[in-house]
């Protein structure tokens, strides 16, 4: 009969301390190690017992899945009729997930992102990685101000690299497939509200930004036990642990006379901020189409009075009536109508049609451009509201307020389902929740 037990390694010892946990047969004097995914330090392991002690920070869970693997290890030899080598135990053991990474698992979804073309969402994710790696590798001994600078620092020169292709997202996909820092066992409830502190104070992350980062671990634990590379009794999102909870914010949109504010503003011809308040207004005057898609409009879209295009988000097709005023802006462009590559703003003049990486690349440093036009136009027309990209969106729903037909303004905002612009157009409408106050107030 083999023996089995589960020992620390501490020849595999790592810079930390932590040393990993292993599943150890032994039989007919050959021995192999099943290693499962966890490390812990010296000074909270019973060896004796093969256990870990209470002072492990998740002892209780920790030391329930140590029972269960041994448990597992001990069923596969009095399962099987046939003898088991070490060897061959050990290749049952590892299971469908071996012993992946939390980052591996990680690093594979943000690849596979990549592949399909899913730039947005696979560069945001990756910044999830670089936030956790930067939570593990924080130093509690310097000052928050302190740490807060050199987390910039990296960040910045990571932004400096990508933009002279010195470092690609490639290139972190595969460093981050080879990290072994975390394991989904590690990551439990004190874990989750360790990290959101950091993400606060070091990070300096507003709650939403936070939030969204809780559901990519919360998503990509639900994908590991779908998959098997970790068991159920770790998912730290489950009874009495954290709780993810998504709040509402207020959305604020311009009203018509800072609109003509805005459309009044005399500004040089040709320059970036002229540039940046066309094409915020011509979102606009298309429903709030998103800036994306403003930047990408092309002269073969325009056709017999109409916008012609697909939304770059979901692939539906659009059909607008191109207004006067949308016109005039158009209209303005027609000189330099050889000049762009086919697109009516400047922006994606020097775009590789066959490259959608630079494709994603030049629409963002374009959209961050215009935020930061927007910012000066703001104070040029005495606007004291954040004027930003998705606000074009927002002021044509405060415009529309109840004046037009929900199933209208499903239209044209493009959504599936109805509800969505109901909810939407409800952080507008105020006009029966305001006559009802007043009545109140003014009772006489």
């Known amino acids: 009969m083999a023996s089995v037990k589960i020992v620390r390694r501490k020849n595999k010892q790592r810079k930390d301390g932590t040393a990993p946990l292993a599943i150890r047969i032994s039989k007919d004097y050959k021995t192999n190690y099943v290693f499962i995914g966890q490390y812990v330090l010296e000074k909270d392991w019973n060896k004796d017992a093969g256990l870990v002690k209470r002072s492990h920070l998740n002892s209780k869970k920790l030391n329930n899945y140590l ?163 970790v068991d159920a009794t770790f998912y730290p999102f489950s009874g009495e642990n954290e709780k993810i909870k998504i ?72 059909s607008l009536k191109i207004s006067d005023k949308a016109l005039k802006i158009i209209n303005s462009y027609k000189p330099q109508k050889n000049e762009n590559n086919g697109y009516v703003f400047p922006f994606l003049k020097y775009v590789n049609p066959q490259d959608e990486e630079d494709l994603f690349r030049k629409i963002r440093n374009a959209t961050k451009l215009f935020n930061k036009y927007l910012k000066r136009i703001a104070t040029a027309c005495d606007i004291d509201k954040n004027l930003s990209n998705h606000i074009a969106r927002h002021t044509f729903g405060n415009i529309a307020g109840d004046r037009i037909h929900p199933q209208m303004l499903q239209k044209l905002y493009r959504h599936s389902d109805l509800k969505t612009t109901l909810n939407y157009q409800a952080n507008f409408i105020h006009k029966d929740a305001d006559e009802a106050l007043d009545r109140v107030v003014n009772f006489k």
């Open 67 to 229: 029972r269960k693997r041994l448990t597992e290890a001990n069923d596969l030899y009095l399962a099987n009729v046939k003898p088991l080598s070490t060897k061959q135990a050990k290749e049952k053991l590892k299971g469908p997930g071996g012993t992946q990474s939390f980052f591996e698992f990680a690093a594979k979804r943000v690849e596979r992102k990549f592949n399909k073309k899913v730039y947005s969402v696979a560069k945001s994710e990756m910044s999830i990685l670089y936030n956790l790696s930067e939570f593990l590798s924080k130093d509690d001994s310097i000052p928050i101000e302190q740490s807060r600078l050199e987390i910039k620092k990296r960040r910045k020169e990571r932004t400096s690299k990508a933009r002279k292709n010195e470092l690609h997202l490639k290139d972190a996909i595969t460093a981050f497939k080879k990290n072994k820092k975390l394991h989904f066992q590690d990551i439990s409830d004190a874990f989750i509200k360790n990290y959101k502190v950091f993400c606060s104070s070091h990070l300096e992350h507003k709650t939403r930004t936070i939030t969204n980062q809780l559901i990519f671990i919360r998503t990509l634990f639900n994908s590991a036990i779908k998959e098997g590379v």
């Open 247 to 318: 709040g509402t914010s207020h959305k604020i949109g311009l009203v018509p006379n800072e609109v003509e504010r805005i459309e009044s503003l005399k500004l040089e011809k040709q320059t970036s901020i002229w540039h940046s308040k066309n094409v915020w207004l011509t979102a606009f005057y298309f429903a709030g189409i998103r800036i994306s898609d403003a930047v990408q409009l092309k002269w073969a879209e325009i056709k017999d009075g109409r916008l012609l295009y697909t939304m770059d988000k979901n692939e539906k097709p659009v």
